[in-house]
């Protein structure tokens, strides 16, 4: 690992006015020989120490965020939803009574992602910004497109964990599984610069697909800090859940997630829908077709299993990804039916 300059400001605006760059933009490089100049944000530091250990991050300064009170809590909003700072562990959003009560797809994702020594220390903003998984992007001999290369190595590779949909140009799945419940509960991010101006940006909005840039997987500015995800308040008739599936029962990123958020009318029919399938594609994606069969319909097991054959509509697997698609329908089904049940 590299040498590099410390600094852990206790303000937002001091550390926003230290960073230079993002570590997207830092790990671009035209000829493979990486900038050393960027000063960039660390938070729990998983993500962050990994890319450095492996050569692919060379910073001159990290920033380090977790002295900043003001990032650590989560709170009731003005509008009744919840604000939940970005530097609140996984562990404390798993724990926290009003998210497992209210956002009970954020409580499960947050308590089975990772381990557990592991979301005691990664924060849910580091986590909503780790950078993609893909075992070509992670190799310092494979200068792929989102790098700064020419190709996307996936697509002729080894494709068996990339994306089914929206694959244009890099075949990666986001990596951050907690994406999949916030983007089903309609999550807003908190956006903060050096001058303390904030923007607030739809989480489904904030991720980019390939086509539209292939070398960040989001809108963050350099100099830019993410200091909260904003939950709106859910309708008290409605439920949520995450499930995934590992390719064993361990700790590692699953291979296939959903999140489904259910509004429905007391014994009666659905009224609005939220279905996510995570490590689908390059971003969270929302499986309108199987929305649109729910809404308006009361959901017994034949609905449910025709929303989830509809989750898969549009879907073009690579030459090793097929296998997903069953997982996701199973997944989508039991996900819908538990909500319905309650359980
Ligand atoms: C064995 C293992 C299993 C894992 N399994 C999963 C899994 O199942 N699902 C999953 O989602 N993740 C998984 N992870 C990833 C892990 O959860 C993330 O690496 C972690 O959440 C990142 O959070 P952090 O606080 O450590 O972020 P850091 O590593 O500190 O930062 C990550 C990135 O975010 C930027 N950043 C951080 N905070 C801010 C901010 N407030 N504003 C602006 N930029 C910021 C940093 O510059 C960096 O680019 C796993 C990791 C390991 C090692």
Not at 12 to 24: D, E, F, H, L, S
Not at 193 to 201: I, L
Not at 261 to 278: E, F, K, M, N, S
Request: net charge neutral; glycine share 8%.
């Amino acid at each position: 690992m590299n040498s590099f300059e410390w600094s852990s400001p206790r303000d937002i605006a001091q550390a926003a006015g230290v960073a230079t760059t993002t570590v997207a933009a830092a790990m671009v490089s035209q000829s493979g020989r990486l900038s050393t100049d960027g000063v960039v944000f660390k938070a729990g530091g998983i993500d962050l120490l990994d890319l450095m250990k492996e050569g692919l991050l060379v910073p001159r300064g990290i920033v380090n965020l977790r002295e900043i009170p003001d990032l650590a809590v989560i709170a009731q909003a003005d509008d009744g939803g919840v604000h939940i700072g970005a530097n609140v562990t996984l562990a404390q959003l798993a724990a926290d009574p009003v998210i497992r009560t209210r956002f009970l797809a954020l409580a499960d994702v947050a308590g089975n992602s990772a381990s557990p020594q592991i979301r005691q220390v990664a924060t849910i903003g580091g986590n909503l910004l780790q950078r993609p998984r893909c075992w070509y992007f992670r190799s310092r001999d494979h200068h792929c497109a989102r790098k700064g290369g020419e190709v996307c190595f996936a697509f002729a590779g080894e494709n068996q964990y990339h994306a089914i949909f929206d694959h244009n140009g890099c075949a990666m799945v986001h990596p951050e599984t907690s994406a999949t419940a916030l983007v089903a509960l309609g999550a807003k991010l908190e956006l903060t610069n050096a001058a303390g101006t904030k923007r607030v940006v739809g989480l489904e909005q904030f991720f980019l697909l390939p086509e539209v840039d292939i070398q960040r997987e989001n809108d963050l500015t350099p100099g830019e800090i993410l200091t909260a995800i904003l939950l709106p308040p859910p309708a008290p008739t409605s439920r949520s859940i995450h499930i995934k599936q590992g390719e064993t029962d361990s700790f590692d990123w699953p291979i296939a997630d959903v999140a489904v958020a259910l509004d429905t009318a007391p014994g009666g029919a659905c009224r609005a829908a939220a279905v996510i399938l995570g490590a689908a594609s390059p971003v969270p994606h929302r499986a309108k077709a199987a929305e649109a069969l729910l809404v308006g319909k009361t959901i017994d097991a034949d609905v449910a299993r025709a929303a989830a054959h509809a989750a898969l509509q549009g879907a073009a697997p690579l030459t090793k990804n097929a296998y997903k698609l069953p997982i996701f329908e199973t997944l989508v089904r039991r996900a819908i039916l538990a909500v319905v049940r309650g359980g």
